[in-house]
Each structure stands twice: as C-alpha cells, then as structure tokens.
C-alpha cells in the first residue's frame, strides 16, 4: 500500500513539474489618428505559424494568450470591423509575455503627428506614404516597449 501511494504522489509531482501550456490575460487597445476607438470585444487577434492558427476572441478588451513554443515567424492579424492589420515575423520571444500587457493597434493617416516619432523627420516629410498600422507591445509592470510599423504608400 506505501508503495502505491509513493508511486501515486511522485507521478503527481511528475505531473505538476512538467511545462503545461499557460495563458497570459492582454489587454487590446486601438485607435486611429491618436483617437482611442471602443472596440469592446468586437475584434479578433490571430497568431498563425505556418499552416496552424490560433484565433482569440476577446473579454472585456482582453484575450488570453497562450504560450508559443515554437521561436520565428509568427503572423499577427488584428480584425476590427472590415478592417485587418496584419503584421509578420514575430518571435516567440516578442509574443510571450513575461509581466501585464497591452497590445496597441493602430492606424495614422497624412498628416502625422510629429509628436509621436514613429517616423524619422524625412519619412514624415515624404507625401508618398499614405497611412501608418502599427503595433505597440507596452508592458504595464516595468521596461521598455516593442514597436513595429506597416508603412502603406499611395
């Protein structure tokens, strides 16, 4: 009978020791020409490796993230009405959080507002780009962000 029930809690243990895939709550942001847009939980971010795709549907303007195993090349679409910004080669690294986040989606139109610095002085001088999508990683704990940015021309 010991030996069952040293079997039974070291297989326990075993189990609890293993790396389960967990969730991490974010927080989903967005606006459009510095304008935050109530998005409430009509939006759908997807995470896509290769032939796989992970869709999150949202609560209260927070989707539980699951831990990404593999490291290169994730697709991130963020869907908000008929419109969808999609971004590409991400890490596992980037994705997954380590502290409370937001993601901030967003989008610029012409003409920018110099006072965010997402572009450097001869880009906001050049007519030819039409509008900015942009994501923002902004951790709510401590460190700094990851910014990355769709430069759409005419």
């Not at 895939?21 to 939006?43: A, L």
């Amino acid at each position: 009978m010991k030996k069952i029930l040293i079997i039974i809690v070291c297989l326990f243990l075993i189990n609890c020791s293993k790396d389960k895939s967990k969730t991490f709550p974010i927080i989903i942001s967005y606006s459009i020409n510095d304008s935050n847009i109530d998005i409430k939980n009509n939006f759908t971010i997807s995470v896509i490796k290769e032939k796989d795709t992970l869709i999150f549907y949202p609560k209260d303007q927070i989707i539980n993230f699951e831990k990404l195993n593999e490291f290169n090349n994730y697709i991130i679409i963020f869907k908000h009405n008929k419109r969808s910004i999609v971004f590409d080669n991400f890490s596992n690294k980037m994705l997954n959080p380590s502290q409370k986040m937001e993601w901030k989606f967003g989008i610029e139109n012409q003409p920018f507002n110099v006072e965010n610095k997402i572009l450097s002085t001869e880009e906001y001088n050049d007519k030819t780009i039409k509008e900015l999508e942009y994501i923002q990683f902004n951790p709510l704990e401590f460190g700094d962000g990851i910014e990355k940015i769709n430069i759409i021309r005419e």
